[in-house]
C-alpha cells in the first residue's frame, strides 16, 4: 500500500506515492477504491478503458479520479485494479478491470474529490499526491 489517510475535520484526506507519477497516481485511485468499497474485493469481470486531459498535474489527478466516480454512478462499475496507465503531457490513457456494483454491498460515502489542499509533486526521486475526497 502506497498511501496513508491523513487526519481531517469531515473529509478524507490521502497521501499517495510512487516511484514515477503513473505508480503515484495508481496509488491515489486505490486510497478513492478503499474509501468507496472498503476491504471488498471485486472481481476482475469486465475491462474499460479511459482516457483524460488537464491542464497540469493536479487537474490530470482530479480528472483521473472524477473518472472513477463517473463510472461507479453512471455505470455502475467498481474497479478492481488498473491494468495500466500512462501519461504523457497531461494527457492520460488507462486501462482498468472491474465488476458491476450491483454484485456487492458497500457504502459510497465519496460524493466529490476536491481541489482542497491537493498536489502533485516530485520530492527526493518519488512523487507524492495528495488528496481530499467530499463525502
Do not use: W
Request: contains cysteine; aromatic residues 12%; glycine residues 4%.
Amino acid at each position: 500500500m502506497s498511501y496513508r489517510f491523513l487526519e481531517h475535520m469531515a473529509d478524507v484526506k490521502f497521501r499517495a506515492e510512487g516511484p514515477t507519477i503513473e505508480k503515484a497516481f495508481i496509488s491515489a485511485a486505490d486510497a478513492l477504491n478503499e474509501t468507496i468499497r472498503g476491504d471488498i474485493k471485486i472481481l476482475e469481470q469486465q475491462e474499460k478503458s479511459f482516457e483524460i486531459e488537464g491542464k497540469d498535474a493536479e487537474s490530470l489527478l482530479y480528472n483521473f479520479l472524477e473518472e472513477f466516480l463517473f463510472l461507479l454512478d453512471a455505470e455502475d462499475f467498481l474497479t478492481a485494479r488498473i491494468k495500466s496507465i500512462s501519461i504523457k503531457q497531461n494527457k492520460l490513457s488507462c486501462i482498468i478491470v472491474g465488476d458491476n456494483a450491483e454484485h456487492y454491498k458497500f457504502t459510497n460515502d465519496v460524493k466529490a474529490v476536491t481541489y482542497n489542499d491537493m498536489f502533485v509533486r516530485e520530492e527526493n526521486g518519488k512523487f507524492i499526491c495528495q488528496v481530499v475526497l467530499d463525502v
